[in-house]
Protein backbone atom coordinates (compact mmCIF):
# COMPACT_ATOMS: atom_id res chain seq x y z
CA UNK A 1 0.00 0.00 0.00
CA UNK A 2 0.63 3.65 -0.77
CA UNK A 3 2.70 5.52 2.19
CA UNK A 4 0.57 8.13 2.01
CA UNK A 5 -3.07 8.33 3.33
CA UNK A 6 -6.06 7.44 1.04
CA UNK A 7 -7.97 10.26 -0.06
CA UNK A 8 -11.38 10.09 1.99
CA UNK A 9 -14.45 9.12 -0.51
CA UNK A 10 -18.02 8.44 0.03
CA UNK A 11 -18.37 5.08 -1.53
CA UNK A 12 -15.15 2.81 -1.01
CA UNK A 13 -14.12 0.38 -3.81
CA UNK A 14 -14.82 -2.87 -3.05
CA UNK A 15 -18.60 -2.35 -1.76
CA UNK A 16 -19.58 -4.92 -4.21
CA UNK A 17 -16.91 -7.81 -2.87
CA UNK A 18 -18.49 -11.03 -1.43
CA UNK A 19 -19.29 -11.40 2.41
CA UNK A 20 -16.64 -14.37 3.48
CA UNK A 21 -17.87 -15.73 6.51
CA UNK A 22 -14.96 -17.80 7.47
CA UNK A 23 -12.51 -14.75 7.73
CA UNK A 24 -15.45 -12.73 9.88
CA UNK A 25 -15.67 -15.67 12.55
CA UNK A 26 -12.09 -16.48 12.51
CA UNK A 27 -11.65 -12.66 13.04
CA UNK A 28 -14.46 -12.91 16.12
CA UNK A 29 -12.67 -15.45 18.14
CA UNK A 30 -9.24 -13.70 18.00
CA UNK A 31 -11.59 -11.01 18.99
CA UNK A 32 -12.99 -12.84 22.08
CA UNK A 33 -10.00 -14.49 23.16
CA UNK A 34 -8.29 -10.72 22.74
CA UNK A 35 -11.04 -9.07 24.98
CA UNK A 36 -10.95 -12.19 27.44
CA UNK A 37 -7.50 -11.18 28.38
CA UNK A 38 -8.50 -7.56 29.28
CA UNK A 39 -11.31 -9.30 30.80
CA UNK A 40 -9.23 -10.76 33.23
CA UNK A 41 -8.44 -7.32 34.65
CA UNK A 42 -11.75 -6.42 36.09
CA UNK A 43 -12.25 -10.23 36.81
CA UNK A 44 -8.63 -9.66 39.43
CA UNK A 45 -9.63 -6.57 40.73
CA UNK A 46 -11.58 -7.66 43.79
CA UNK A 47 -8.51 -10.05 44.68
CA UNK A 48 -6.13 -7.90 43.90
CA UNK A 49 -7.74 -5.34 45.68
CA UNK A 50 -7.33 -7.69 48.97
CA UNK A 51 -4.50 -8.86 48.27
CA UNK A 52 -2.29 -5.61 47.85
CA UNK A 53 -4.78 -3.78 50.09
CA UNK A 54 -6.24 -0.98 47.63
CA UNK A 55 -8.26 1.52 47.74
CA UNK A 56 -11.08 2.01 45.44
CA UNK A 57 -8.88 5.10 43.80
CA UNK A 58 -5.93 2.62 43.07
CA UNK A 59 -8.67 0.08 41.93
CA UNK A 60 -9.84 2.87 39.24
CA UNK A 61 -6.30 3.63 38.44
CA UNK A 62 -5.66 -0.28 36.83
CA UNK A 63 -8.62 0.13 34.54
CA UNK A 64 -7.29 3.40 33.24
CA UNK A 65 -3.81 2.49 32.62
CA UNK A 66 -5.28 -0.50 31.15
CA UNK A 67 -7.89 1.66 28.91
CA UNK A 68 -5.52 4.74 28.10
CA UNK A 69 -2.45 2.43 26.75
CA UNK A 70 -5.17 0.44 24.46
CA UNK A 71 -7.90 3.85 23.83
CA UNK A 72 -5.29 6.39 23.61
CA UNK A 73 -2.95 4.28 21.04
CA UNK A 74 -5.48 3.02 19.37
CA UNK A 75 -5.91 5.96 17.15
CA UNK A 76 -2.33 6.77 16.39
CA UNK A 77 -2.23 3.33 15.31
CA UNK A 78 -5.47 3.28 13.61
CA UNK A 79 -3.95 6.62 11.43
CA UNK A 80 -0.58 4.96 10.69
CA UNK A 81 -2.73 1.58 9.67
CA UNK A 82 -4.42 3.66 7.06
CA UNK A 83 -0.76 5.28 5.60
CA UNK A 84 0.47 2.18 5.17
CA UNK A 85 -1.34 -1.25 6.46
CA UNK A 86 1.39 -4.03 8.90
CA UNK A 87 -1.17 -7.16 9.04
CA UNK A 88 1.43 -8.80 10.75
CA UNK A 89 1.50 -6.64 13.73
CA UNK A 90 -1.60 -8.04 15.36
CA UNK A 91 0.12 -11.72 15.74
CA UNK A 92 3.10 -9.90 17.62
CA UNK A 93 0.62 -7.92 19.62
CA UNK A 94 -1.70 -10.98 20.90
CA UNK A 95 1.88 -12.29 22.26
CA UNK A 96 2.69 -9.03 24.39
CA UNK A 97 -0.72 -9.11 25.88
CA UNK A 98 0.19 -13.09 27.12
CA UNK A 99 3.50 -11.84 28.38
CA UNK A 100 1.83 -9.04 30.10
CA UNK A 101 -0.87 -12.07 31.64
CA UNK A 102 2.03 -14.19 32.82
CA UNK A 103 3.71 -10.87 34.48
CA UNK A 104 0.23 -10.03 35.98
CA UNK A 105 0.41 -13.70 37.49
CA UNK A 106 3.05 -13.41 39.82
CA UNK A 107 3.45 -9.62 40.68
CA UNK A 108 3.24 -8.81 43.97
CA UNK A 109 3.77 -5.34 43.79
CA UNK A 110 1.06 -2.43 42.98
CA UNK A 111 3.38 -0.55 40.22
CA UNK A 112 4.27 -4.31 38.69
CA UNK A 113 0.85 -4.60 38.58
CA UNK A 114 0.38 -1.57 36.42
CA UNK A 115 3.05 -2.26 33.94
CA UNK A 116 1.51 -5.47 33.33
CA UNK A 117 -1.58 -4.03 32.78
CA UNK A 118 -0.21 -1.88 30.34
CA UNK A 119 1.52 -4.25 28.29
CA UNK A 120 -2.19 -6.03 27.92
CA UNK A 121 -3.54 -2.57 26.73
CA UNK A 122 -0.87 -1.82 24.43
CA UNK A 123 -1.65 -4.97 22.80
CA UNK A 124 -5.18 -4.49 22.37
CA UNK A 125 -4.15 -1.05 20.75
CA UNK A 126 -2.13 -2.63 17.85
CA UNK A 127 -4.47 -5.26 17.78
CA UNK A 128 -8.24 -3.46 17.19
CA UNK A 129 -7.23 -1.16 14.29
CA UNK A 130 -5.93 -3.58 11.72
CA UNK A 131 -8.36 -6.48 12.75
CA UNK A 132 -11.14 -4.16 11.87
CA UNK A 133 -9.91 -3.25 8.48
CA UNK A 134 -9.54 -7.42 7.75
CA UNK A 135 -13.65 -7.18 9.02
CA UNK A 136 -14.45 -4.19 6.44
CA UNK A 137 -12.09 -6.13 4.10
CA UNK A 138 -14.40 -9.68 4.92
CA UNK A 139 -17.39 -8.16 5.26
CA UNK A 140 -17.99 -7.05 1.28
CA UNK A 141 -21.76 -5.61 1.40
CA UNK A 142 -22.78 -6.19 4.26
CA UNK A 143 -20.92 -4.40 6.49
CA UNK A 144 -23.66 -4.16 9.50
CA UNK A 145 -23.55 -7.64 9.47
CA UNK A 146 -20.27 -8.51 9.42
CA UNK A 147 -19.29 -5.47 12.04
CA UNK A 148 -21.64 -7.20 14.43
CA UNK A 149 -20.25 -10.12 13.70
CA UNK A 150 -16.37 -9.12 14.45
CA UNK A 151 -17.68 -7.00 18.09
CA UNK A 152 -19.65 -9.91 19.35
CA UNK A 153 -16.74 -11.91 19.69
CA UNK A 154 -14.86 -8.83 21.77
CA UNK A 155 -18.33 -8.60 24.23
CA UNK A 156 -18.36 -12.08 24.52
CA UNK A 157 -14.62 -12.01 25.19
CA UNK A 158 -15.38 -9.13 28.39
CA UNK A 159 -18.65 -10.83 29.33
CA UNK A 160 -16.02 -14.14 30.32
CA UNK A 161 -14.78 -12.11 33.25
CA UNK A 162 -17.42 -12.53 36.34
CA UNK A 163 -17.12 -16.46 34.99
CA UNK A 164 -13.43 -16.50 35.25
CA UNK A 165 -13.47 -14.93 38.53
CA UNK A 166 -15.51 -18.12 40.01
CA UNK A 167 -13.97 -20.47 37.79
CA UNK A 168 -10.07 -19.84 38.27
CA UNK A 169 -9.04 -16.82 39.93
CA UNK A 170 -11.72 -17.76 42.88
CA UNK A 171 -9.58 -20.97 43.16
CA UNK A 172 -6.36 -20.24 41.91
CA UNK A 173 -6.14 -16.66 43.11
CA UNK A 174 -3.78 -14.17 41.24
CA UNK A 175 -1.81 -16.67 39.72
CA UNK A 176 -4.49 -18.21 37.76
CA UNK A 177 -3.59 -14.93 34.93
CA UNK A 178 -0.86 -17.24 33.74
CA UNK A 179 -3.13 -19.50 32.32
CA UNK A 180 -4.07 -16.93 29.64
CA UNK A 181 -0.38 -17.45 28.38
CA UNK A 182 -2.28 -20.15 26.17
CA UNK A 183 -5.33 -17.93 24.91
CA UNK A 184 -2.95 -15.41 23.38
CA UNK A 185 -0.91 -17.77 21.67
CA UNK A 186 -3.84 -19.20 19.81
CA UNK A 187 -4.78 -15.73 18.80
CA UNK A 188 -1.79 -15.70 17.64
CA UNK A 189 -1.80 -17.91 15.49
CA UNK A 190 -5.28 -17.56 13.98
CA UNK A 191 -4.08 -13.63 13.23
CA UNK A 192 -1.28 -14.98 11.15
CA UNK A 193 -3.62 -17.21 9.07
CA UNK A 194 -6.27 -13.96 8.82
CA UNK A 195 -3.28 -11.71 8.00
CA UNK A 196 -1.68 -14.07 5.36
CA UNK A 197 -5.81 -14.05 3.62
CA UNK A 198 -5.98 -9.91 3.91
CA UNK A 199 -2.29 -9.18 2.67
CA UNK A 200 -3.67 -11.62 -0.43
CA UNK A 201 -6.66 -9.89 -0.79
CA UNK A 202 -5.13 -6.31 -0.71
CA UNK A 203 -2.80 -6.97 -3.71
CA UNK A 204 -5.81 -8.62 -5.74
CA UNK A 205 -7.41 -5.22 -4.99
CA UNK A 206 -4.82 -2.33 -5.04
CA UNK A 207 -4.72 -1.78 -8.94
CA UNK A 208 -8.39 -1.30 -9.34
CA UNK A 209 -8.48 1.27 -5.97
CA UNK A 210 -8.63 5.19 -6.80
CA UNK A 211 -9.76 8.11 -5.03
CA UNK A 212 -13.19 9.71 -5.05
CA UNK A 213 -14.12 13.15 -4.10
CA UNK A 214 -14.98 13.95 -0.61
CA UNK A 215 -17.09 16.46 0.88
CA UNK A 216 -19.11 17.90 3.49
CA UNK A 217 -15.84 17.59 5.21
CA UNK A 218 -16.48 19.99 8.09
CA UNK A 219 -20.07 18.59 8.96
CA UNK A 220 -18.84 15.06 8.79
CA UNK A 221 -16.43 15.67 11.85
CA UNK A 222 -18.53 17.29 13.96
CA UNK A 223 -20.84 14.72 13.48
CA UNK A 224 -18.21 12.52 14.43
CA UNK A 225 -16.84 13.93 17.64
CA UNK A 226 -20.57 14.20 18.62
CA UNK A 227 -20.61 10.69 18.39
CA UNK A 228 -17.40 10.06 19.89
CA UNK A 229 -18.73 11.58 22.83
CA UNK A 230 -21.89 9.61 23.06
CA UNK A 231 -20.20 6.30 22.91
CA UNK A 232 -17.43 7.70 25.69
CA UNK A 233 -20.56 8.49 27.80
CA UNK A 234 -21.70 5.26 27.28
CA UNK A 235 -18.33 3.74 27.49
CA UNK A 236 -18.34 5.38 30.90
CA UNK A 237 -21.65 3.61 32.28
CA UNK A 238 -20.67 0.35 30.88
CA UNK A 239 -17.58 0.47 32.91
CA UNK A 240 -19.27 1.50 35.95
CA UNK A 241 -21.80 -1.38 35.87
CA UNK A 242 -18.77 -3.78 35.35
CA UNK A 243 -16.29 -2.60 37.93
CA UNK A 244 -17.97 -1.17 40.76
CA UNK A 245 -21.80 -2.91 40.42
CA UNK A 246 -20.15 -6.20 41.72
CA UNK A 247 -18.87 -4.45 44.88
CA UNK A 248 -21.71 -2.27 45.26
CA UNK A 249 -24.03 -5.90 45.32
CA UNK A 250 -21.16 -7.56 48.24
CA UNK A 251 -20.55 -4.65 50.26
CA UNK A 252 -23.80 -2.43 50.08
CA UNK A 253 -26.55 -4.86 49.33
CA UNK A 254 -24.84 -8.27 51.58
CA UNK A 255 -25.06 -10.42 48.07
CA UNK A 256 -22.44 -13.13 48.08
CA UNK A 257 -19.28 -12.94 46.06
CA UNK A 258 -20.33 -15.65 43.12
CA UNK A 259 -23.68 -14.37 42.69
CA UNK A 260 -22.43 -10.74 42.44
CA UNK A 261 -20.07 -11.98 39.65
CA UNK A 262 -23.07 -14.10 37.81
CA UNK A 263 -25.34 -10.42 37.78
CA UNK A 264 -22.61 -8.92 36.30
CA UNK A 265 -21.94 -11.82 33.52
CA UNK A 266 -25.59 -11.05 32.81
CA UNK A 267 -25.34 -7.74 31.91
CA UNK A 268 -22.16 -8.48 29.80
CA UNK A 269 -23.80 -11.52 28.08
CA UNK A 270 -26.78 -9.67 27.16
CA UNK A 271 -24.48 -6.62 25.96
CA UNK A 272 -22.57 -9.89 23.14
CA UNK A 273 -26.27 -10.85 22.56
CA UNK A 274 -27.28 -7.16 21.80
CA UNK A 275 -24.49 -6.62 19.87
CA UNK A 276 -24.85 -9.60 17.05
CA UNK A 277 -28.87 -8.11 16.90
CA UNK A 278 -28.03 -4.84 16.37
CA UNK A 279 -26.25 -5.11 13.32
CA UNK A 280 -29.61 -6.72 11.87
CA UNK A 281 -31.72 -4.40 13.38
CA UNK A 282 -29.83 -1.01 12.17
CA UNK A 283 -30.04 -2.81 8.01
CA UNK A 284 -33.93 -2.30 9.10
CA UNK A 285 -34.17 0.77 11.24
CA UNK A 286 -31.20 2.88 10.67
CA UNK A 287 -28.19 3.31 12.67
CA UNK A 288 -28.69 7.02 14.37
CA UNK A 289 -32.76 5.35 14.76
CA UNK A 290 -30.92 2.69 16.73
CA UNK A 291 -28.13 4.54 18.46
CA UNK A 292 -31.18 7.00 19.92
CA UNK A 293 -33.02 4.20 20.70
CA UNK A 294 -30.50 1.61 22.59
CA UNK A 295 -29.63 4.29 24.78
CA UNK A 296 -32.58 6.04 25.99
CA UNK A 297 -34.42 2.71 25.94
CA UNK A 298 -32.14 1.43 28.60
CA UNK A 299 -32.80 4.58 30.83
CA UNK A 300 -36.44 2.84 32.01
CA UNK A 301 -34.56 -0.10 33.23
CA UNK A 302 -31.20 1.38 34.32
CA UNK A 303 -32.93 4.41 36.84
CA UNK A 304 -34.18 0.62 39.01
CA UNK A 305 -30.67 -0.19 39.61
CA UNK A 306 -29.48 0.93 42.64
CA UNK A 307 -32.96 -0.10 44.50
CA UNK A 308 -33.48 -3.14 43.14
CA UNK A 309 -32.59 -6.29 44.87
CA UNK A 310 -32.45 -10.28 45.13
CA UNK A 311 -33.75 -12.20 42.16
CA UNK A 312 -34.71 -8.49 40.22
CA UNK A 313 -31.27 -7.88 40.04
CA UNK A 314 -30.06 -10.87 37.50
CA UNK A 315 -33.15 -9.65 34.53
CA UNK A 316 -32.95 -5.83 34.93
CA UNK A 317 -29.13 -6.25 34.76
CA UNK A 318 -29.52 -8.47 31.65
CA UNK A 319 -32.24 -6.74 29.95
CA UNK A 320 -30.22 -3.06 30.65
CA UNK A 321 -27.20 -4.76 28.52
CA UNK A 322 -29.31 -6.15 25.97
CA UNK A 323 -30.85 -2.91 25.15
CA UNK A 324 -27.79 -0.66 25.97
CA UNK A 325 -25.40 -2.46 23.59
CA UNK A 326 -27.37 -3.40 20.43
CA UNK A 327 -25.68 -0.22 19.23
CA UNK A 328 -22.58 -1.07 20.20
CA UNK A 329 -21.19 -2.37 16.42
CA UNK A 330 -23.79 -0.22 14.76
CA UNK A 331 -21.67 3.02 16.06
CA UNK A 332 -18.85 1.20 14.31
CA UNK A 333 -20.11 1.04 10.78
CA UNK A 334 -22.02 4.88 11.17
CA UNK A 335 -18.47 6.00 11.99
CA UNK A 336 -16.62 4.89 8.58
CA UNK A 337 -19.58 5.93 6.73
CA UNK A 338 -19.15 9.34 8.41
CA UNK A 339 -15.58 9.30 7.59
CA UNK A 340 -15.25 6.65 4.95
CA UNK A 341 -11.64 6.20 3.45
CA UNK A 342 -10.43 5.48 7.04
CA UNK A 343 -11.44 2.82 8.60
CA UNK A 344 -8.20 2.50 10.83
CA UNK A 345 -8.63 5.82 12.12
CA UNK A 346 -12.59 5.08 12.85
CA UNK A 347 -12.17 1.71 14.43
CA UNK A 348 -9.11 3.67 16.44
CA UNK A 349 -11.58 6.58 17.50
CA UNK A 350 -14.48 4.20 18.33
CA UNK A 351 -13.66 1.33 19.43
CA UNK A 352 -10.68 2.57 21.18
CA UNK A 353 -10.64 6.20 22.41
CA UNK A 354 -14.43 6.24 23.12
CA UNK A 355 -14.75 3.08 24.13
CA UNK A 356 -11.48 2.99 26.62
CA UNK A 357 -12.75 6.04 27.96
CA UNK A 358 -14.36 3.75 30.47
CA UNK A 359 -11.44 3.43 32.19
CA UNK A 360 -11.06 7.49 33.02
CA UNK A 361 -14.86 6.93 33.89
CA UNK A 362 -13.77 4.05 36.31
CA UNK A 363 -11.20 6.06 38.02
CA UNK A 364 -13.75 9.38 38.08
CA UNK A 365 -15.83 6.17 39.81
CA UNK A 366 -13.78 5.25 42.72
CA UNK A 367 -12.78 8.76 43.77
CA UNK A 368 -16.19 9.65 43.71
CA UNK A 369 -16.95 5.73 46.01
CA UNK A 370 -14.17 6.46 48.24
CA UNK A 371 -15.18 9.97 48.45
CA UNK A 372 -19.14 9.75 48.41
CA UNK A 373 -20.25 5.97 48.32
CA UNK A 374 -21.12 2.87 46.16
CA UNK A 375 -24.57 4.16 46.58
CA UNK A 376 -23.81 7.32 44.49
CA UNK A 377 -21.72 6.11 42.05
CA UNK A 378 -24.60 3.33 40.79
CA UNK A 379 -26.81 6.20 40.79
CA UNK A 380 -24.88 8.21 38.85
CA UNK A 381 -24.39 5.49 36.18
CA UNK A 382 -27.96 4.50 36.18
CA UNK A 383 -28.36 8.32 34.64
CA UNK A 384 -26.03 8.59 32.09
CA UNK A 385 -27.90 6.42 29.06
CA UNK A 386 -29.93 10.43 28.99
CA UNK A 387 -26.72 10.90 26.54
CA UNK A 388 -28.81 9.32 23.94
CA UNK A 389 -31.08 13.14 23.50
CA UNK A 390 -27.40 13.89 22.23
CA UNK A 391 -28.30 11.65 19.14
CA UNK A 392 -30.91 13.09 17.58
CA UNK A 393 -28.17 15.99 16.42
CA UNK A 394 -26.39 13.32 14.35
CA UNK A 395 -27.75 13.38 10.48
CA UNK A 396 -29.68 11.00 9.94
CA UNK A 397 -28.47 7.79 7.55
CA UNK A 398 -30.39 9.00 4.49
CA UNK A 399 -28.47 12.96 4.61
CA UNK A 400 -24.76 10.53 5.43
CA UNK A 401 -25.91 8.65 2.34
CA UNK A 402 -26.63 12.36 0.08
CA UNK A 403 -23.12 13.58 1.36
CA UNK A 404 -21.45 10.80 -0.39
CA UNK A 405 -23.70 11.38 -3.84
CA UNK A 406 -23.26 14.20 -4.05
Known amino acids: MSATPAPLHASPAGNAAPTVYRMLFAISIVHLLNDSLQAVIPALLPIVEKNLALTFTQVGLILLVMNLTSSVLQPVVGYFSDRKSHPFLPPLALLISGLGMLALAFAGDYYLVLMAVACVGIGSAVFHPEASRFAHQASGVRRGLGQSIFQVGGNAGQALAPLMTIL ?239
Open 168 to 406: IFANLGQTGAKWFLLPAILASGVLLYVALWYRTQQRMKKAASGPVTHNHRRKRFIALGLLVLVVTVRSWMNAGYQSFYQFYLMYIKGVEYSHAQVVVFGFLLAGAIGTFLGGPLSDRFGKRNLLILSTLGAFPLTILTPYVSGIWTYPLLFLSGLILLSSFSVTVVYAQELLPGRIGTVSGLITGLAFGMGGMGSLVFGYLADMFSLTFVITLCSLLPLVGFLGLLLPKDETVREWGRM
